[in-house]
């Protein structure tokens, strides 16, 4: 069984950074893919950006592109999320989860139902 605990949300001003980490235990990081979600009041969780096991696959949503990234150390067996030039729009809680590599995850690697464990979310808000 993996388990996560997230840290490092809170509370930053448009324009700002703030990383977000995952640190897991039971299981080792590197046997899985791995992703950020985010989801905010009334809507579903959406995938922010994915990485398969290896790391030759990716996926990052256009709404994040160029100012998120993903990574993952395996000798701490943590993953984060680095935000930077962070909007208004960003908030919202975010979720790290690993999935089981698979075909399943084929065309699908940040769809949040080929996750099967997740961190306990931790609330990012962006506000001036």
């Known amino acids: 069984q993996l388990k996560f605990v997230e840290s490092g949300g809170g509370l930053v001003h448009p324009g700002g950074s703030l990383r977000v980490s995952c640190v897991a235990s039971?299981?080792?990081?590197?046997?899985?893919?791995i992703g950020w979600f985010r989801q905010v009041p009334g809507k579903e969780r959406e995938g922010v950006s994915c990485?398969?096991?290896?790391?030759?696959?990716?996926y990052t949503s256009d709404s994040v592109k160029d100012r998120f990234t993903i990574a993952r150390d395996n000798a701490k067996n943590t993953m984060y999320l680095d935000m930077s030039s962070l909007k208004l729009e960003d908030s919202g809680v975010y979720y790290c989860?690993?999935?089981?590599?698979?075909?399943?995850?084929?065309?699908?690697?940040?769809?949040?139902?080929?996750?099967?464990?997740w961190g306990q979310g931790i609330q990012v808000t962006v506000s001036s």
């Open positions: 989860g690993a999935a089981t590599p698979g075909p399943g995850l084929y065309g699908r690697l940040c769809v949040p139902y080929q996750y099967e464990y």
């Open positions: 039971g299981l080792s990081l590197d046997a899985f893919a």
């Open positions: 990485v398969s096991r290896g790391g030759g696959n990716t």
